[in-house]
Nanobody, 124 residues
Framework: QLVESGGGLVQPGGSLTLSCTTS????????AVWFRQAPGKEREALSY????????KYADSVKGRFSISRDNAKNTVYLQMNNLKPDDTASYYC???????????????????WGQGTQVTVSS
């Protein structure tokens, strides 16, 4: 399983960096994605990165504010979040799978490995 960390309480305009790691698999063999889910809302795909990190994709809602990266030597995927807004408040999840069709990266059904989530709260 995957383990997320780095969530917390932050003021609007602030920044957080989420991490996703695991001892169960070699993440370098997997494409990875970050999702979030707020109460009463559907799970939303935010950002995707290929195994080597050569391709990244972003949802329009976070483009220009969030940045996904990975350090395969540390078996970790990151999500740098800047200029956070109250609407970013949610539980954030990472997921991974060995094969994800490029046009389906937003679908939770494409991912086999999941984390338990980390809470991000943006509030003054």
């Amino acid at each position: 399983q995957l383990v997320e960390s780095g969530g917390g309480l932050v003021q609007p305009g602030g920044s957080l960096t989420l991490s996703c790691t695991t001892s169960a698999i070699a993440l370098e063999d997997y494409n990875a994605v970050w999702f979030r889910q707020a109460p009463g809302k559907e799970r939303e795909a935010l950002s995707y990165i290929t195994k080597s990190g050569d391709i990244t994709k972003y949802a329009d809602s976070v483009k220009g504010r969030f940045s996904i990266s990975r350090d395969n030597a540390k078996n970790t995927v990151y999500l740098q979040m800047n200029n956070l807004k109250p609407d970013d408040t949610a539980s954030y999840y990472c997921a991974a799978d060995g094969y994800v069709p490029g046009d389906k990266w937003r679908s939770p059904n494409e991912y086999y490995y999941w984390g338990q989530g980390t809470q991000v709260t943006v509030s003054s």
